[in-house]
Structures are given as C-alpha cells and as structure tokens.
C-alpha cells in the first residue's frame, strides 16, 4: 500500500530564509508519480510539480527546487529566499500505477509553513 | 473557465439529514474523486472513479455513497449526516493519458465546507 510521511507539521521562517520540507514516500510499485501541492489561506489546492519514478532529475522553477532521491524514498521540496506569499499548507502525494493501484494520489498530511516578515 | 466545478461552496447540515454534494469537470477527465479534509489529517480519500460506470471505495467510505452515470459529473452522497461528517470535501479529476506530461497532476474544486450539527 502506498503511504506519505510528512513529518514537519509546521514550519516558521523569516522572510527570505531558505526553506526545506520534507517528504517520504512508501511504494511497492516500480512506476509511480509524485506531486506537490500549495493550499494557501484562502483554501484552494494548487498543483506545484509532478515527477515520475523514471525521473530522478531534481527541477528547478524559479525559487522553488524539489529534490526526487529513489534511494530515500524522498522527494523534497526547497523554496529559496522564502516571501510572505509562501505561506500556506503543503502536500506531497504519490499515485502508483495502475498494475493493481489506480492513479489515484494518497496525500500526506500537509506541512503548513509560516513565513514572518 | 474549465475546470472542476463543486457546489455549495457551505453548507450547515442536522444530524441525519440527506445531501449531495456535487462535482462537476468539463475536461472530458477520466478519473475523479472526493477527498475530505481535516485538521492534521490531511487529505483522505472517500471515494473515486476510473470512468463512467465505475466506483470504488477509498481509505474513509464509511457514511457516504457515490455514482458516476456521466464523464462530466461525481456527486457524493451523505445519506444521514453525522457530526464526524464535518469537514471541507474536495473533488479532484485527472486524465491519466496525460501522465507523461510535464504538467500532469489533479486539478482540484475550491471545496465544499459542510458543518454537521
């Protein structure tokens, strides 16, 4: 069965500190996909990323950089230089393929990150 | 503007009172699902669908029914709500044909907050 571990509930930084929030990953499938997604105060969820297990390239988008390691069961996300925007819940999920899974993403239980200016 | 589409935005419900709630997505999405949300829990699966015709059940089935007769629409059925039931429910669709694409991911509705009391 596939699982996401969270551990950080929350984070507080200050305003353009680097930031790094963790995720781990529990799968028995050799395909699988990751994702990242913000929900920030005004409640929606937005997709960040999506990285596939074939996939071990970290990505770099602007402040944002995610760090995919098979090895760890890790796929970790760094925002640099942190603004007050930046507040919000963050999910890390996982979706297997459908050999016996569904696509169909299990979530962490978020890391809810406060920036202060 | 394309998208999944969930309504009511809130909704206040008495114990063992019937709702549905509605989920509708006009990007010809395959798979769809409700999740809901609560305080430290992150996001848990309720139910999906990996097509018209097709449901399953997910982590927490308990307490709600669902049906897919059409692509566009995933209505979630509370058949007698119970204040365990209070939470926000997200709907979420995806198209895994496109999971090889950079931008694959779930695209989410803005939630449904319902309070049972």
């Known amino acids: 069965a596939q699982k996401v571990t969270q551990a950080q509930t929350e984070i507080s930084v200050v305003e353009k500190e680097d930031v790094t929030l963790d995720c781990v990953y529990e799968?028995?499938?050799?395909?699988?996909?990751l994702f990242w997604y913000k929900q920030p105060p005004s409640g929606e969820l937005v997709f960040l990323i999506r990285?596939?297990?074939?996939?071990?390239q970290n990505e770099i988008s602007g402040r944002y950089s995610w760090n995919f390691q098979k090895s760890t069961s890790s796929f970790n996300f760094t925002i640099t230089a942190s603004q007050v925007v930046d507040s919000a819940v963050y999910f890390c999920?996982?979706?297997?393929?459908?050999?016996?899974?569904?696509?169909?993403?299990?979530f962490g239980r978020g890391t809810s990150l406060i920036v202060h200016p | 503007n394309a998208g999944v589409t969930q309504t009511p935005k809130f909704q206040v419900l008495k114990t063992g009172q019937s709702m549905t709630l509605q989920c509708a997505q006009d990007?010809?999405?395959?798979?769809m699902s409700w999740y809901r949300q609560d305080p430290g829990m992150g996001l848990r699966l309720i139910h999906y669908?990996?097509?018209?015709?097709?449901?399953d059940q997910g982590e927490v089935p308990n307490g709600y029914n669902v049906s897919r007769s059409t692509t566009e629409d995933f209505p979630l059925r509370l058949l007698s709500a119970a204040p365990s039931q209070t939470s926000v429910y997200f709907c979420?669709?995806?198209?895994?044909?496109?999971?090889?694409?950079?931008?694959?991911?779930?695209?989410f509705g803005s939630g449904t907050r319902l309070t049972v009391v």
């Open positions: 999920a996982l979706s297997e393929a459908p050999t016996g899974g569904s696509y169909i993403p299990t």
């Open positions: 799968t028995r499938d050799t395909t699988y996909y």
């Open positions: 669908s990996v097509g018209a015709g097709i449901t």
């Open positions: 979420a669709s995806s198209q895994p044909r496109d999971r090889d694409r950079a931008n694959y991911g779930y695209t």
């Open positions: 990285r596939n297990s074939f996939d071990e």
């Open positions: 990007m010809n999405h395959e798979y």
